[in-house]
């Protein structure tokens, strides 16, 4: 797999859909409107169907407290090398917002890292309803994903000399997108992969790269980070 869509689960532990379901949520307020985390997968399973998409694999966690909920969900769409996937988050403290992320490269993890192609991000609010959210999500995603997989298709076919890929590298830096003690980290990661299918040196492997570095960010950093890397590939 070339771009990963991943599911950190350090802080919390595994569920399955029958476990999750048996979570409750806690009393709302007039002003916090709290959702139980399997109405909210849910949700996202209905919006799926609705647009035609079919779900291959789903993995979910959850804090010792159950308030809040983690999840990855992939699609049975894809070239082989890339999934299409969801990514969910969802709290019931106060602490954390309803999210989906849409991408075939998403992370989410529970020490609120939360990334993908899309994010979309709501408070529970007191007119806050989970369907609308995650039916805003899904507007165009067909669309979306097909846009996004065109692009990674060419950038497997444009070669870089290394000189080339040194200035990518340098401007991505140069934009905060990645430290510049990284530079050389990604240009070896470029030149030598640890995996033996990125070795060609394309684009597309190059982006590879900065993404397997970049697996070490924390939230704030891994936003810019893919935010600045979505720009210099021309990712949309």
């Known amino acids: 797999m070339v771009t990963t869509s ?12 029958e ?8 009393a709302g307020t007039e002003t916090w409107r709290p959702v139980p985390h399997r109405q909210v997968v849910d949700a996202i399973h209905n919006a799926a169907l609705a647009k035609g998409l079919a779900i291959a694999s789903e993995e979910y966690s959850v804090t010792r407290d159950d308030a809040k909920m983690f999840g990855v969900i992939k699609l049975n769409a894809g070239n082989g090398e890339w999934s299409r996937c969801i990514g969910i988050r969802n709290g019931n403290d106060k602490t954390l917002a309803l999210g989906v992320a849409i ?3 998403v992370l989410v993890c529970d020490n609120r890292c939360f990334a993908g192609e899309k994010v979309f991000h709501r408070r529970h609010t007191a007119n806050f309803e989970v369907e609308n959210v995650v039916e805003n999500a ?6 979306r994903f097909d846009t996004f997989e065109n692009r990674l298709n060419i950038l497997k076919q444009e070669r870089l000399s290394h000189d080339d890929a040194v200035l990518l590298v340098v401007k991505v830096a140069e934009a905060g997108g990645v430290p510049g ?7 070896q990661e470029f030149t030598n992969p640890r995996h033996e299918e990125f070795k060609e040196p394309t684009k597309w492997n190059l982006l590879n790269a900065f993404t397997e570095i970049g697996k070490r960010y ?10 600045t ?5 021309q990712l949309g």
């Open 229 to 233: 890397l979505a720009k210099a590939f």
């Open 19 to 26: 476990e999750l379901g048996a979570v409750p949520a806690p």
């Open 218 to 227: 924390r939230q704030g950093r891994y936003r810019t980070f893919q935010r």
């Open 181 to 187: 003690s990284h530079v050389m980290t990604i240009l």
């Open 6 to 17: 991943t599911l950190h689960h350090g802080n919390s532990r595994l569920v399955t859909l």
């Open 138 to 143: 899904f507007e165009g995603i067909n669309v």
């Open 103 to 105: 991408g075939v490269q």
